[in-house]
């Protein structure tokens, strides 16, 4: 009760407390693997795998051992070691295809897939996810995890169209500022820069406090820049050094104005601008 109260360090106690009072009483597997995810709650890592590696040696015939076996894979991903996870995910798929972790499992493998850049197997990943469970919980998501793997290995169309698919689920606020990002990003590599304009200025005006705010105002203004709209492109790297000035694109922002003054002969606003981008960390060619 505790655990789904979100008071993790309560159920610690309690948890321990049953397991401290008999280690092998019939529920013990269950309250091991209640404490890992207690545990992992309260950011302890290394004690939540900890104790689920403990369950999966002392219990091997447990009835949750497909569960326990996931979550450390879940586990190993949260503290990000890639790659055992994803062996550790694949034992799931290998030896219980059946259970209802399995799809869980082919998800949890693809974004290690994609944390590797193993774009491919990413993808293979969450396409037999969604071939396999039509209609899961998890087809939204894999939708959109699969069209990032997609864009990263340069398969552009039909990564918008799984981007497109996920957008068209009506996702939460952020979920959807991240999707209207990534879809973005596939039109500017398409050089739809038009398209990529508007999908950036409608992230800016849904999602002010968005947390890749910096990037989004940045590829905003090169959006502009590359679709040959120069005035709005200068209005956007003037927005981006007005909300961020000592952020790390500031110093290329800077720049763009001080070229735009320059270009116009305002003299001292572009030895102004140039200065800032200067004294903003302007390194190698800039």
């Not at 009760?1 to 993790?8: C, D, G, K, S, V």
């Not at 919980?137 to 981007?163: C, H, N, T, W």
Request: proline share 4%; aromatic share 10%.
């Amino acid at each position: 009760a505790a655990l789904q109260l979100e008071r993790p360090a309560d159920a610690i106690r309690e948890l321990q407390s049953s397991l401290a009072e008999k280690a092998d009483w019939r529920q013990a597997d269950e309250t091991m693997l209640l404490l890992s995810r207690a545990q992992k709650r309260a950011n302890d890592i290394p004690n939540a795998i900890a104790t689920v590696q403990k369950l999966i040696a002392n219990f091997p015939n447990s009835a949750i051992r497909d569960q326990a076996q996931y979550r450390l894979g879940e586990y190993q991903q949260a503290a990000g070691d890639f790659a055992a996870a994803a062996k550790q995910f694949e034992v799931v798929l290998t030896q219980y295809p059946k259970s209802t972790f399995a799809p869980y499992s082919l998800y949890g493998k693809g974004w290690c897939n994609l944390q590797q850049e193993s774009f491919k197997d990413a993808v293979a990943s969450f396409t037999s996810l969604l071939e396999g469970n039509p209609g899961h919980a998890l087809e939204a998501d894999a939708k959109f995890a699969r069209g990032v793997a997609q864009r990263r290995m340069g398969d552009l169309q039909p990564a918008l169209a799984d981007i497109s698919a996920y957008l068209a689920t009506n996702p939460a606020l952020a979920a959807r500022a991240d999707a209207l990002l990534e879809r973005a990003r596939i039109e500017a590599a398409l050089k739809n820069f038009t398209a990529a304009a508007t999908t950036l200025a409608t992230l800016a005006k849904e999602n002010p406090k968005y947390a890749l705010r910096e990037r989004v105002l940045y590829d905003l203004a090169w959006a502009y820049k590359n679709g040959g709209q120069p005035a709005e492109a200068i209005e956007g790297f003037r927005v981006l050094v007005a909300e961020f000035p000592s952020g790390p694109l500031a110093a290329e922002a800077f720049f763009h104005l001080g070229e735009d003054a320059y270009d116009r002969q305002e003299f001292k606003a572009a030895q102004e601008n140039y200065s800032k981008a200067r004294a903003a960390g302007a390194k190698d060619d800039l």
